[in-house]
């Protein structure tokens, strides 16, 4: 089934800003497209002496919310809005032909703090936000403001005015182990409050085209529409992730269901909370690929680790220190390289001021570049 799931990744991966958000992009000469191999899935036997989630569930299924947010949508009333002729003449003046309407969109969140944090993810919320209501435990309707979101790992911060809500302990999903027994917690098709349980079946998931920065818990707890912004749960009834995503041909639980590691949600909320944005580091707009073998014999480089650089801006900081398009970038400090999105989080982690070694090879030929990072430019506006 994973080989249905990686056909549809997106091989390019931006380290920073989109292509179109910059007047002059270089790139490598086109060559085949290339795919990303496939990781092993674990496989776990069926317990035979589990722990009792019965407990768990008891524990925390109240703190986990039912999320309603209303959205402004533009729709054009003109039969010739897709019409070139007319896109060329009146371009997207929708206020012309148009009107808006209001779309409302449902998913789950997780209260982190009594005193009303909750997190979410950021498709739940959506664009052009007109109003955010959260449904508690005791299933009151609270009016909620966005304290921030990041659309880089589909992460979302709302704060209630509310206190002594019932609150899930943060877990170290860094101690998950693969065929661990978890449980998820959400509201899929409005059903509230529902509980799935399944395992843990992978874990450092990337490479699946669902956000820019992916290090997913992979798992088979049965999660589907509406499940979005719940809770991954373990034996001890602690928060290990936020669920966020499923591959489904169908549109329902079809057995792979991804969730955001608490370690990186519990970054995220913090950034949220201190500056209203996420702070990451950036060497600016690099869109880097696999090595596939066809390439690496293109490159002159050993058919191993690495990834090829296919366009960057002129502009950025990787161009002016020397980066160019074909090069093939074997390690990161000490790191070795193994794939796209491995190097996208590694440049998103590091320090805003501080500057990296970048080791290539270009023509045959080893060399190391250092590259400062600089702050990354946060260029979506949200309504709060």
Known sequence: MLSLLMAGVVIGIVVSGRAIDRP???????????????????????????????????????????????????????????????????????????R??????????????????????????GDDVAEVTVTVGDHRDVKAKIIGVDSWT????????????????????SKLKVAEWVMAVGNPFSLNQTVTL?????????????????????????????????ALINSRGELVGINTAIFSQSGGYQGIGFAVPSNLVRRVVDDLQKFGRVRRGSIGYVEVIPLTARLAGELRAPASDGIVVNQ????????KNGLEPGDVILRVNSTTIVDPSQFVRLIADSGIGSTVRIEILRDGRRSTLSIPIEAQQERRVRRR
């Open 312 to 319: 960057m801006a002129r502009d950025s900081a990787a161009y």
């Open 198 to 230: 399944g395992i843990v079946s992978a874990l450092g998931r990337a490479n699946v085209g669902i956000t820019q920065y992916e290090d997913f818990i992979q798992t088979d707890a049965a999660i589907n529409p509406g499940n979005s912004g719940g």
């Open 154 to 173: 589909d992460l979302a911060l709302l704060k209630i005015d509310a206190t002594a809500l019932p609150v899930i302990p943060w877990g170290d999903s």
């Open 24 to 98: 002059e992009i270089i790139a490598r000469a086109p060559t085949a497209e290339v795919k990303a191999a496939e990781p092993e899935q674990a496989v776990a036997a069926a317990p035979t002496n589990g722990a009792d989630f019965t407990r768990v569930a008891a524990q925390t299924v109240r703190a986990v919310t039912n999320i309603s947010s209303v959205q402004v949508v533009r729709r054009s009333a003109s039969p010739f809005a897709n019409d070139p002729f007319f896109q060329y003449f009146f371009g997207d003046q929708g206020e012309m032909f148009g």
């Open 100 to 125: 808006n309407r209001a779309e409302q969109s449902l998913g789950s969140g997780v209260v982190i703090s009594s005193d009303g944090y909750v997190v979410t993810n950021n498709h739940v919320i």
